[in-house]
């Protein structure tokens, strides 16, 4: 229901509108029901990378710096934003548009020899926890497992990490 503003340069940014579009669309050969087990990028976390904020005048340059900023965020596959007109006259509002990646991955990794894996290794991570931009993960290794009788001949680990990008 917004309309495009043509000319925003010396208005006021009314308010920050953000549409956050579903990871699988319409048109995407991936069953839409994945949208439902993907958590969002949050809006505040949106908000973070954004150099203005509502009540200051609109500049194209800072606009454009805070579309890269989004665009440097992994967990986004789309960033677009927009000057739309506002009902108050000397306003606009702020359109950003926002569409996420899938963020949960599974790397292997192993080595066979013969009946033994001398090493197998499974690392599921989250690179966006809950839509908050945090890492999770797990890691989980084998050495010198012995496919023959299923014994483990040196040892097994079990670990965790967490990231926060902003933490520190």
């Not at 940014?13 to 953000?18: A, P």
């Not at 839509?131 to 965790?160: C, I, P, Y």
Request: proline share 4%; glycine share 6%.
């Amino acid at each position: 229901g917004l309309t495009l503003e043509r000319e925003p340069t010396g208005k006021i940014i009314k308010k920050i509108v953000i549409v956050r579009e579903n990871m699988i669309a319409s048109i995407d050969p991936w069953p839409r029901w994945l949208n439902f087990i993907h958590v969002k990028t949050r809006d505040y976390i949106v908000r973070q990378e954004l150099l203005l904020q509502p009540g200051q005048e609109w500049d194209q340059k800072r606009v454009e710096e805070s579309a890269r900023n989004l665009r440097n965020v992994s967990t986004l596959a789309t960033v677009r934003t927009v000057a739309c007109q506002s009902t108050k006259p000397g306003y606009v509002i702020w359109l950003v548009v926002t569409k996420d990646v899938w963020s949960l991955k599974i790397s292997t990794d192993f080595q066979l020899v013969g009946t033994v894996l001398t090493t197998l290794g499974l690392f599921p991570l989250e690179d966006n926890f809950l839509g908050r931009r945090k890492q999770l993960g797990l890691e989980f290794s084998v050495s010198q497992l012995d496919l023959s009788n299923f014994s483990v001949n040196n040892q097994w680990t079990l670990g965790q990490f967490y990231y926060d990008p902003r933490l520190g």
